[in-house]
């Protein structure tokens, strides 16, 4: 009896250990660069900006993280970004500090899976702005990330942007970003079925072990 019960824990444990990996395997990690129209900026030169148009832009995946679940293809897959904005528009609003902060209105980035899975990612908050090159910005936000087949569920994400203007005012604006996330779905990590595991398996032995001392005692 007592085998058999180790041994069915046994099995669970390892099931539910391969079950929940697969599930940590799925991460956004993708990169998307404006393919074409005029990414415009609010200010004196792109350093000192406090906002980013994006409207006339297709953004393209340019690079795809093997483990990636977005469902996107790489070249062939876009995304797109809307700002909550009056009228809605893809502005991203940063102001012109450097710091952390909320943005001036929350960024929507949505896309649709090769499997016709569809992703909608809400941007909130500024992490941080590189101001420090010339002509140059990079942003750093963050956000919630969920899904229409429960794959990710309010899952924490990271948006880094980057925009350069080579050559200055009146130049072609060329911006690219990556969106990452370190979470999977709601599903417990690995480590933590492994413990539910081992503990239901402790539970389990201390039964068969109080089972024997309560037939000894009655055996006396």
């Given at each position: 009896m007592k085998r058999t019960v180790i041994a069915v824990l046994g099995a669970v444990m390892i099931a539910t250990f391969v079950a929940s990996s697969a599930a940590e395997a799925a991460?956004?990690?993708?990169?998307?660069?404006?393919?074409?129209?005029?990414?415009?900026?609010?200010?004196?030169?792109?350093?000192?900006?406090?906002?980013?148009d994006l409207d006339g832009s297709t953004l393209l995946v340019v690079e795809k993280n093997a483990s990636d679940?977005?469902?996107?293809?790489?070249?062939?897959?876009?995304?797109?970004?809307?700002?909550?904005?009056?009228?809605?528009?893809?502005?991203?609003i940063y102001g012109s500090g450097t710091g952390p902060g909320s943005l001036g209105a929350d960024v929507t980035l949505s896309w649709t899976g090769s499997a016709g899975d569809t992703f909608t990612e809400t941007l909130t908050s500024i992490v941080s702005i590189n101001r420090a090159e010339t002509d140059q910005i990079g942003l750093t936000l963050k956000g919630m990330l969920s899904d229409a087949d429960g794959v990710f569920?309010?899952?924490?994400?990271?948006?880094?942007?980057?925009?350069?203007?080579?050559?200055?005012?009146?130049q072609t604006i060329t911006s690219s970003f990556t969106d990452t996330t370190s979470f999977s779905s709601s599903i417990p990590e690995s480590s933590t079925w492994v413990m539910m595991a081992l503990g239901f398996a402790a539970l389990g032995y201390a039964s068969i072990r109080r089972g024997k001392a309560n037939r000894a005692l009655l055996s006396i």
């Open positions: 991460v956004i990690n993708f990169g998307v660069a404006s393919a074409d129209g005029a990414v415009t900026y609010t200010g004196t030169s792109l350093d000192v900006s406090t906002a980013l679940a977005s469902g996107l293809a790489l070249l062939t897959g876009t995304v797109a970004l809307s700002a909550a904005t009056s009228p809605p528009s893809s502005d991203i569920t309010d899952t924490p994400v990271l948006f880094s942007l980057t925009a350069n203007q080579a050559g200055g005012a009146g």
